[in-house]
Structure formats: C-alpha cells, structure tokens
C-alpha cells in the first residue's frame, strides 16, 4: 500500500497536481509512521541470538567462518583446565519458553534433558533417554499429569523422582522393573528463568539463587534477550568480573569501534570513549561465600569532555560459577542484567543475556542497554574464543593480577572431587 501511496504522491506532483497538498494524501503514511514508532520506542524487545562463528574468529586460509572456528578449537592447545562443569545453579532456558502441556529437549552441562511443564505448572527436568529403548523423551514426548510420557512406546516417567509410572503392555501381574527410572534434576524457577541445580556429588543445593522482588511482583517488566555461544573455559568468563586490568583495554573504546579489537582503536571512534573503572570483592560472611561483588563506574566523554548524564554505577552480583545480577539505576530507570552461562558441553558456553526494567521505562531504552552489554560482551568473545587457559599465568606485582588471583582461589570452591574433567569425561566416552 505505502509503495502505491508514494508512486501516486510522485506521480502528482509531476503532474503538479493540487490534491497533493489533500490531508488524506498524506494520513495513511503518517498513521504507518505513528504505528511503527510506537511499536519501535514501546512495544518491540529485544532478542537475538549468535552462533559461535558469528562472533570473534578472523578468517584465514580461504576457510569460511565455521571452519575458522572449528580449526582454532581444534589447534588450540586446552591446557591443564580445572574440572568443566563446576557446581551451581545453572539456567536452562527462560519461563516463558516452556508452556503448561510443553516438553523440550536441551543440551547442557554434557547431557541430554527432557524438560517439561505439567498443566498445573510445575517444571521438571529428567535425563532424556528413555531406558526402554533410548527414545529421547525431549524430542515428542506428551506430558501426562505429572508425567512425561516416551513418544515411542508410551512409558510414563514421573517428574519428581523419574522413577516409571505406567507402561501400557505391561502383562497382567507384571512390576514395573526396578531399573526403569531415569535421573530427576532440582530445579528452581525464579526471576523468569528455569535453573537447574548440579553437584558433582550428588548433594542438594548448599546456596539458593535469591528472588528479585521486583520482578516477581512485576514492578520490572522482561524487556528484552540476546544469546551468544562461547568457545573457553567456564571460569574465564566469570573472571571477567574481577578483571579490572582489561577495562581499558577492551572496553574504553565506544560502540563506534566496532566489536572486532583489531579496530576497536581507530581514530574514527576517538571523538566518544568511555572510562569503566572496578573494584571486585568476594563475600566472606558465613552463608554467603558462593557470592562476589563488582561494581563498575561507566562515565562518557564526547570530544574529551565527560557527559555527566550517562554516567552509570552496575553493581554486579556473582552468585555461584555461572550467574551474575547486575543491578544499575540509570537517568531512565532502574533495572537488572541477569547474565547466565551454561555449559553446554566441556568448553562450549552459552550465555543468556536478559534484561529487566522498571515497567514504565519505554522499551528502546532497554534496547540501547542491552545491546551495549552484547557489544561489550562480543569483544570479550573475541578473547576468550581465541586463547588458551593458563592454570599457571605468568603474573606481574600488581592490585589488577593480585585480583585475578583472588577470584581463582574464591572460584575454585565450585569444584569438588568428582567434578567432571575433561580427561575423566574421554576417559569415560562421554564426550
Ligand atoms: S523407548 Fe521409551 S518407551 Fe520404548
Ligand atoms: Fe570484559
């Protein structure tokens, strides 16, 4: 209709027509513009996702972006890396992608999982195998009651402790066997987000995940989501948040330069920079070790001068290896990051970003944030998808490597002495 409207407003003023200059000429294409830009500054969010080639490997030898990726990962020496899937609370997917009757099948954390919703709501997470004949309940199981039942011969698999509960041929006087059951995982729902809880040694959750009132009692409102697949060592990304010494490094450099650091320093992003400045401490109160805290300083400056503003306090909240809240009052509202990295399997990571904002807040500004902290974030990738880790960095006598050292020594509590290796997990086929 708009390409009609506008062929027609051309054709009328060659002609020099009068009824140009007719309000109706001009209503439905300001109606059009009106609707989008209500839809663009309001009602639109967020949400986007990357695959692990799209972001932080250079090209080389002619070979196409997966390539590149796949052949770094492979040349790239591990290294001594500590244990791959640390223990925690990790999110598996957001609430709202699984609906009352739904059942999914996710990867994480080395396994296969069925997770699924019963009607009454309430989510569970099983192993995904069936042990009759290794159906993959995740992939067309139907949920029945508070069951989930395998698509290919119609066992029924309980949420709560994954033992059987029905199998439709089974002959009169015949038990069900006592090894048809599959592992049941805690899960925890909370802050709009599926977690679930993992041990090395099979112990219950020694910390919780703490609820933010505000988005339980929908005074923030989700605005928004981006999700990234890393190729490192989990560590390496929480360690971020005691890596002061990179701030400047990677991230002083506006949007302007780009996401690739070959660039980021050109003179054509200079005329805006940003200064971050850190401090990073881990909790030492009983009960609340599994915590660390930064808070990062952001301050602007166009053409040299600081623009008082923009400037922004995050207080990043590390709860346990793999979820960070990052809790900000800005000029345009107050909101939350919540960052969740899961592993996918050892060295592969995906990494949630979403975003949570005082309800009021037009959603564009939400938007603005967000993708700031996946522009930050895809420079990050660029290292991290790159490099090797060091179990024994070379370091210099500084407050910035000493800090480095304190969050391996605070991070080190989430292993424990079944936590898979990579070596165990070969040694075992199970990646
Ligand atoms: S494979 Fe699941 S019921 Fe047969
Ligand atoms: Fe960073």
Redesign the pocket.
Same mark, same amino acid.
């Given at each position: 209709m708009l390409p009609e409207l506008l062929h027609q407003l051309v054709q009328q003023t060659v002609s020099g027509s009068e009824s140009l200059l007719a309000p109706w000429a001009w209503a439905p294409a300001l109606v059009l513009l009106i609707v989008l830009l209500v839809y663009g500054i309001f009602l639109r969010k967020l949400d986007y996702s990357r695959s692990l080639e799209d972001v932080g490997y250079i090209t080389f030898d002619g070979l196409s972006r997966r390539d590149t990726a796949n052949r770094i990962r492979r040349a790239r020496k591990e290294g001594r890396v500590p244990p791959v899937y640390p223990n925690g609370w990790y999110l598996v997917m957001e609430g709202d992608q699984l609906k009352p009757g739904e059942a999914k099948s996710v990867q994480m954390i080395g396994k296969t999982l069925a997770v699924f919703r019963t009607e009454s709501g309430e989510a569970h997470i099983l192993d995904a195998y069936?042990p009759?004949? +290794?159906?993959n309940?995740g992939a067309g199981g139907r949920v029945v009651g508070d069951c989930i039942e395998?698509p290919?011969? +119609?066992?029924q698999f309980r949420g709560s402790d994954g033992r059987c509960a029905r199998i439709p041929v089974l002959a009169e006087g015949g038990k069900i066997p006592e090894m048809a059951r599959v592992t049941s995982h805690i899960v925890k729902e909370v802050n709009g987000g599926l977690y679930l809880w993992f041990d090395a040694e099979g112990r219950e959750p020694t910390w919780d995940l703490p609820v933010i009132e505000e988005i339980e009692t929908g005074e923030w409102s989700f605005k928004g989501r981006t999700r990234h697949f890393v190729n490192c060592h989990i560590e390496e990304i929480n360690q971020n948040g005691a890596d002061v010494g990179h701030l400047t490094t990677v991230h002083d450099p506006s949007f302007f330069g780009g996401t690739d650091l070959r660039y980021i320093f050109r003179w054509w992003s200079s005329f805006l920079w940003q200064k971050f400045s850190a401090t990073w401490k881990p909790c030492t109160e009983p009960g609340s070790r599994h915590q660390a805290v930064m808070v990062l300083h952001e301050k602007t400056y166009l053409f040299g001068k600081n623009v008082k503003f923009v400037e922004m306090t995050v207080r990043a909240n590390q709860l346990g290896p793999a979820v960070v809240y990052l809790e900000f009052d800005s000029l345009f509202g107050k909101g939350v990051f919540l960052h969740c990295v899961t592993p996918v399997e050892p060295l592969l990571l995906r990494v949630h970003h979403s975003i949570y904002m005082q309800r009021w807040v037009p959603n564009i500004v939400a938007t603005v944030y967000l993708n700031g902290e996946a522009f930050q974030f895809e420079r990050d990738i660029m290292i991290w998808n790159n490099k090797e880790f060091k179990d024994k960095p070379v370091l210099a006598k500084s407050t910035e490597d000493s800090l480095m050292v304190q969050h391996r020594r605070w991070y080190s509590q989430f292993y424990s002495e079944n936590s898979p290796t990579i070596e165990s997990l070969r040694d075992s086929k199970d990646w």
């Open positions: 069936c009759h004949f +290794g159906a309940m395998c290919f011969h +119609g066992w």
